[in-house]
């Protein structure tokens, strides 16, 4: 059971806008900045968002990330078929005093 | 560019231990807090432990405190996961990653390939 969480999975058409929740509480994103995090099959992941709403470079406008008291949601906007990846969310955690992540969201386009 | 690349995986019996290494390059290594996430096969990402750039400071998951250290050799630009105890439920890919700071509330920034743990029991 992670400490954050997400829909196991999330589904859109080419073109389409998708959104994915990630849910924490009050010593995680209630209180800290999340990050997005995204994997290829077979691939390390890679950081997508940072500071809840920052694209690192190379990272497409498409992207984008919000946060509001302690949920936090990644939008997908034009979706494309390499898109399709397992996308994580993470924050810190002042009560465990550590990082931790939702379950991971497994997107699909359809 | 930044390059990570991790080894010392491999499979190992219960109870026993084993110490991976993280090889660093492209960037200054004392300027920035590295971490170690593992993912079990078929799972999601996990947390394991981290430790501050200048190694003052170090954090583990609860699933490891006591049995696995983190550590960093500055001289060699490596970072190390020491594993003790080990158990069925440790079998992941450990992945070694280079936060974007000193401190422990930075993102991970950049991620090795990963090296396979396997734990038999």
């Known amino acids: 059971q992670s400490v954050l969480t997400q829909p196991p999975s999330a589904s859109g058409a080419p073109g389409q806008r998708v959104t994915i929740s990630c849910s924490g509480s009050?010593?995680?994103?209630?209180?800290?900045?999340v990050n997005w995090y995204h994997q290829l099959p077979g691939a390390a992941p890679k950081l997508l968002i940072y500071?809840?709403?920052q694209r690192p470079s190379g990272v497409p406008d498409r992207f984008s990330g919000s946060k509001s008291g302690t949920s936090a949601s990644l939008a997908i906007s034009g979706l494309q078929s390499e898109d399709e990846a397992d996308y994580y969310c993470?924050?810190?955690?002042?009560?465990?005093?550590?990082?931790?992540f939702g379950g991971g969201t497994k997107l699909t386009v359809l | 560019q930044v390059q990570l690349v991790e080894s010392g995986g491999g499979v190992v019996q219960s109870g026993r231990s084993l110490r991976l290494s993280c090889a660093a390059s492209?960037?200054?290594?004392?300027?920035?807090?590295m971490h170690w996430v593992r993912q079990a096969p078929g799972k999601g990402l996990e947390w394991v432990a981290l430790?501050?750039?200048?190694?003052?400071?170090?954090y583990y998951a609860d699933s490891v405190k006591g049995r696995f250290t983190i550590s960093r050799d500055t001289s060699k630009n490596t970072l190390f996961l020491q594993m003790n105890s080990l158990r069925p439920e440790d079998t992941a890919i450990y992945y070694c990653?280079?936060?974007?700071?000193?401190?422990?509330?930075?993102?991970?920034?950049?991620w090795g390939q990963g090296t396979l743990v396997t734990v038999s029991s």
């Open positions: 492209g960037f200054t290594f004392s300027s920035y807090a």
């Open positions: 009050i010593s995680n994103i209630g209180s800290n900045v």
């Open positions: 500071s809840s709403n």
């Open positions: 430790v501050s750039y200048d190694e003052s400071d170090t």
């Open positions: 993470a924050s810190w955690d002042d009560s465990l005093t550590g990082w931790v």
């Open positions: 990653a280079r936060a974007g700071g000193r401190g422990p509330y930075y993102y991970f920034e950049y």
